[in-house]
C-alpha cells in the first residue's frame, strides 16, 4: 500500500509533464503549419503584383477551386492541397521579362510564345519538390492553360489526360478573369459568365467540371459578391480552413 501510494504522485506528475509537452508541440506545429502557408501565399502575390493583376484574384482562385472540388466530392486532403496550390498557378511570370508582360497594345507573335512559357518556367520554380502542396502546385502550373479539346498549351494535353487539378484551375481562372475587370475590358455580368462557361464545356472545360462547378453556383455567387481583402484571407488561411462557402 505504500509502495502505491509512492508511486501515484509521480504518475500525475508525468502524466501533467506529458500533457504539456503535446500542447507545446501543438502550438509550435499550427505555428509552423501557419507560417509555411502563408509564405507559399506571398510568393504567388509576387507574381501576381508583376502582371498588376490584384492578390485578390488569387483569394478567389483558392476559394472557386475549393468550390468546384466540393462539387467533385474530392476528399479533403485534395481539397486542402488544392486550396493551397492553386494561386501558386501563374508563378511562372515571375520569371518572364517586364517589358512583355507588361506591354501596352498588341503583343508579336513570338511574345505571345514567352509569356505562355509562365506554365513551364512555374514547373521548374516547383520541380523536384518533395512537398505534397508543391508537387500539386507545379501540375497546375503546368497545366492551367491546356484545354479539354486539346487545343491549349503548353503540351496541347486533351481531355482526361489533363491532371484533374489543372482541368479545375482552368476553369476557375477563367471564370475570374471573365467576372473582374481586367485593363483591357469591363467585368461581365455574373450570370453571363455562367452561360459562357456552360457553352465551352468540351471546349475549354472539362464537362464534369463544369457540372460541379454549377452544382455549386450558389457558393460561387457568394465568393464573386464578396470580394476578400488580401490581409483578412491570411488571417482565414489555416491548413484545411474552408470557412465562410458553407459545406
Ligand atoms: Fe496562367
Ligand atoms: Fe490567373
Avoid: C
Avoid at 491532371?163 to 478573369?177: E, S
Amino acid at each position: 500500500m505504500a509502495t502505491k501510494n509512492r508511486i501515484r504522485p509521480k504518475y500525475f506528475e508525468y502524466q501533467e509533464k506529458i500533457k504539456k509537452t503535446y500542447q507545446k508541440l501543438k502550438e509550435v506545429y499550427e505555428e509552423i503549419k501557419q507560417s509555411y502557408t502563408e509564405i507559399v501565399f506571398r510568393f504567388a502575390l509576387m507574381a501576381e503584383y508583376k502582371d498588376e493583376a490584384t492578390g485578390t484574384h488569387l483569394v478567389r482562385i483558392a476559394d472557386y477551386s475549393t468550390e468546384i472540388a466540393k462539387g467533385l466530392n474530392l476528399s479533403k486532403k485534395d481539397r486542402y492541397y488544392l486550396r493551397y496550390a492553386s494561386p501558386m498557378h501563374d508563378i511562372g511570370k515571375l520569371i518572364v521579362p517586364d517589358n512583355i508582360l507588361k506591354k501596352e497594345g498588341g503583343l508579336t507573335p513570338e511574345e505571345r510564345e514567352i509569356i505562355k512559357k509562365h506554365t513551364t518556367l512555374g514547373a521548374d520554380i516547383f520541380k523536384g519538390s518533395r512537398s505534397p502542396i508543391l508537387k500539386v502546385a507545379r501540375v497546375i502550373a503546368l497545366t492551367h492553360h491546356e484545354r479539354y479539346d486539346g487545343t491549349g498549351y503548353p503540351q496541347g494535353l486533351k481531355g482526361k489526360q489533363i491532371p484533374l487539378f489543372g482541368r479545375i484551375v482552368a476553369l476557375a481562372d477563367v471564370f475570374d478573369a471573365l467576372t473582374t475587370k481586367r485593363p483591357y475590358k469591363e467585368p461581365y455580368p455574373f450570370e453571363d459568365a455562367i452561360l459562357m462557361v456552360k457553352q465551352e464545356a468540351k471546349r475549354h472545360f472539362d464537362p464534369d467540371i463544369v457540372r460541379a462547378f454549377l452544382r455549386r453556383k450558389k457558393n460561387i455567387k457568394k465568393i464573386w459578391q464578396a470580394t476578400k481583402d488580401i490581409e483578412s484571407f491570411i488571417a482565414e488561411y489555416s491548413f484545411g480552413n474552408e470557412k465562410g462557402q458553407g459545406s
